[in-house]
């Protein structure tokens, strides 16, 4: 099992910029892959990015060049620094860690999600 702590989010304006931080329980090397959803009133979780235990990234068409995921393996977090924030960046957005299982199953583990909200 895994829990992860989210922190970071907030109120800021158009343009500016948020870092948000995901603190693991266990060593990140031994997670497959963790990454970033976010969640905007009545609209489904959509994957923000990925970053798998080999270093592969994965970024949705909406963040790239804005957004960059990272981690510190000595502190198992993960980061996600969000530049260049748009109103329609506003959702709450949560840290997943995905462990396999399986050789076609795996499990998801989700922090509590924190509010970043993009407004002037």
């Known amino acids: 099992q895994v829990q992860l702590v989210e922190s970071g989010g907030g109120l800021v304006q158009p343009g500016g910029s948020l870092r948000l931080s995901c603190a693991a329980s266990?060593?990140?090397?031994?997670?497959?892959?963790m990454g970033w959803y976010r969640q905007a009133p009545g609209k489904q979780r959509e994957l923000v990015a990925a970053m798998s235990s080999g270093g592969r990234i994965n970024y949705a068409d909406s963040v790239k060049g804005r957004f960059t995921i990272s981690r510190d393996n000595a502190k198992n977090t993960v980061y996600l620094q969000m530049n260049s924030l748009k109103p329609e960046d506003t959702a709450v957005y949560y840290c997943?860690?995905?462990?396999?299982?399986?050789?076609?199953?795996?499990?998801?583990?989700w922090g509590q999600g924190t509010q970043v909200t993009v407004s002037s």
């Open positions: 997943n860690a995905h462990l396999i299982t399986g050789p076609r199953s795996g499990d998801d583990y």
């Open positions: 266990r060593s990140i090397f031994s997670i497959n892959a």
